[in-house]
């Protein structure tokens, strides 16, 4: 009955902004580390961001300085703010997340369903 709901994209203008949000619905124990994805048509799937359950980072290097992950324990969410975005960022993104369902029990991965980001030049 856990997932994650993704939100957040659509259309923008080369040098412009998105903020994509993934949000846990439903109960669990612990939030771990959180991810965003994402796929262009005929590439296959890349890491673009990561966050730790401690707030560490990381990007790969076509997004540092223009792309920031975050996450709010407290709400059990993360987003991904994109600023100065480019063509090339058109893709579909896909957060995932590390959930612990309750104490003492296995981590699984969750997948958002993924958000379509469409910059124009």
């Known amino acids: 009955q856990v997932q994650l709901v993704e939100s957040g994209g659509g259309l923008a203008q080369a040098g412009g902004s998105l903020t994509l949000s993934c949000s846990v619905s439903?109960?669990?124990?612990?939030?771990?580390?959180m991810e965003w994805h994402r796929q262009a048509p005929g590439k296959p799937r890349e890491l673009v961001a990561s966050i730790t359950s401690d707030g560490k980072t990381d990007y790969v290097d076509s997004v540092k300085g223009r792309f920031t992950i975050s996450r709010d324990n407290a709400k059990n969410s993360g987003s991904l703010q994109m600023n100065s975005l480019e063509p090339e960022d058109t893709a579909v993104y896909y957060c995932?997340?590390?959930?612990?369902?309750?104490?003492?029990?296995?981590?699984?991965?969750?997948w958002g369903q993924g958000t379509q980001v469409t910059v124009s030049s």
């Open positions: 439903g109960r669990i124990f612990s939030l771990g580390a």
């Open positions: 995932n997340a590390g959930i612990r369902l309750q104490a003492n029990r296995i981590w699984n991965i969750y």
